[in-house]
């Protein structure tokens, strides 16, 4: 046993991943350090805590977090209900980070700064990976540097949405304008004054772009003069609505279906192959300069909502030496297994710590993190991906490669239709004879099933599976 083996391993993040993760130190016999920059446990969540997930409880509670809260006379929910972030929050993450062997770990309020090697700059190789890690994290009580033997970094990447700008970059006058919000605003609750009556834009194409589209359509329904515009980069709107009865997530299957129905009604006003120049605030109100299906537009609107997705924030790990695709933004063995540039229908190949590692020897990014800018995100692949990182900590190595994760199938495809070589993201290409848009879609409707969900005509497809 080297000194190392009796110091705590750091956990970055509180959310489900985060604590997931501590669950399955806590099995192994190892102490974890939890640092959550919020006030709460799941402080991300509660910002959508509004919000209905697609996926049921079943999916959403981690099997090592599930014994310990069976430990305590826990209360399990409904296996197929549907929670909200709060729900989660309060009747999963709370009673969790609640569990004795937990709570001794969990540091709130606590916002990491920086992770080195303990004694050693980025550049200093010799002896290095049998040094600890320092993490760096300030509080209410100023600044503490803490010994572990390990990170996991399960921090999310809530807290970094991606901008309106279609390059990447916000656009002009984005960041000075407290009309724009992102993420998913409480807008038919918390925030319903900001919203009915009023006319806004939601830019974006995923699920959470749906979700705020539906619930302005709520306040619609209370307030005629509520006026909704929906902005897509794309050119048409039918590879917007996912596998629809296809998805094996039936709540996701259902909002494509509901939004479909809502551009045929004409509740929404749709604009594509949208793209903004700018912004400027006129009389409260902003003035928005576009294009849309390749013309000029002026538009003015009270508020807008983006949902373009969210980044990673790497900039507290600089000092460690961390690879990552360099589009993605994911590990590069794991990038070429969510790129929505080529695939995928909706699912993701079991992966554990052989794709999740780095150069610096235990250190990992898990979560929503690990998949860097790629959009869709299952909490059972965090689950997942924790359970295999702790056992390669621990030294179980043999069950830290023994990888099995069955997820629901989407219904959505991201690749180009028609041209995917074979073995592609939906198994390649149709055979010529047969009516269907790729492999998976003739496999689909030969079972009876009326497709796989992969747009009908060609061209590539948008990021429609983010979310839970």
Not at 1 to 18: D, F, I, R, Y
Not at 148 to 162: C, E, F, K, L, M
Not at 316 to 324: A, G, N, P, Q, S
Request: charged share 20%; hydrophobic share 40%.
């Amino acid at each position: 046993m080297t000194s190392n083996e009796s110091l705590p391993v750091a956990v970055v993040g509180a959310g489900p991943v985060g604590l997931a993760a501590a669950a399955r130190l806590v099995v192994r016999g190892i102490e974890p350090l939890i640092l959550e920059r919020g006030a709460s446990v799941g402080a991300a969540l509660l910002e959508w805590g509004h919000v209905r997930v697609f996926s049921p409880w079943k999916y959403n509670i981690d099997d090592a977090a599930r014994n310990l809260l069976d430990a305590t006379g826990w209360a399990a929910p409904v296996p197929d209900h549907l929670p909200t972030g709060r729900e989660i929050v309060e009747d999963y993450l709370l009673p969790l980070s609640g569990v004795p062997a937990i709570a001794r770990g969990l540091r709130l309020g606590a916002s990491v700064t920086a992770v080195a090697r303990s004694g050693f700059d980025k550049v200093s190789s010799i002896g290095r990976d049998e040094r600890p890690f320092v993490v760096r994290y300030s509080n209410g009580d100023g600044e503490h540097d803490a010994i572990v033997r390990a990170v996991i970094d399960a921090s999310g990447t809530w807290g970094q949405p991606n901008p309106m700008g279609a390059n990447g970059l916000p656009v002009r006058g984005e960041r000075f304008s407290d009309r724009v919000s992102y993420g998913i605003p409480d807008v038919a609750g918390t925030r319903r004054a900001d919203f009915i009556g009023k006319r806004t834009l939601v830019v974006g194409s995923g699920h959470s772009a749906i979700n705020v589209a539906l619930a302005l359509m709520e306040l619609q329904e209370t307030d005629p003069r509520t006026e909704i515009f929906w902005a897509l980069r794309h050119h048409g709107v039918d590879r917007l609505l996912g596998g629809g009865l296809n998805d094996q997530l039936p709540e996701r299957g259902a909002l494509g279906l509901a939004a479909k129905r809502a551009i045929v009604d004409g509740h929404l006003n749709m604009l594509t192959s949208f793209s903004v120049q700018g912004l400027t605030s006129e009389d409260g109100r902003v003035s928005i300069e576009a294009q849309a299906g390749g013309k000029p537009l002026r538009l003015g609107v009270d508020q807008v909502v983006v949902v373009t997705g969210f980044r990673p924030d790497f900039a507290f790990l600089r000092e460690l030496r961390i690879e990552v695709d360099p589009a993605v933004e994911a590990p590069p063995a794991l990038a070429p297994l969510i790129d929505p540039n080529l695939h995928s229908c909706g699912t993701v190949p079991p992966h554990g710590v052989e794709e999740l590692g780095h150069p610096e020897k235990d250190f990992y990014i898990v979560g929503s993190k690990s998949y860097g800018r790629a959009p869709t995100f299952l909490m059972k692949t965090g689950y997942e991906q924790v359970r295999s990182v702790v056992a390669e900590i621990a030294g179980d190595h043999a069950s830290a490669r023994s990888v099995e994760l069955v997820l629901p199938e989407t219904g959505v495809c991201s690749a180009v239709v028609g041209s995917a070589p074979s073995g592609g993201c939906c198994g390649g290409p149709a055979p010529a004879a047969v009516d269907a848009c790729c492999a998976a879609d003739a496999v689909a409707k030969s079972a009876g099933k009326s497709g796989c969900g992969c747009p009908p005509s060609g061209g590539q497809s948008e990021r429609v599976s983010e979310g839970v």
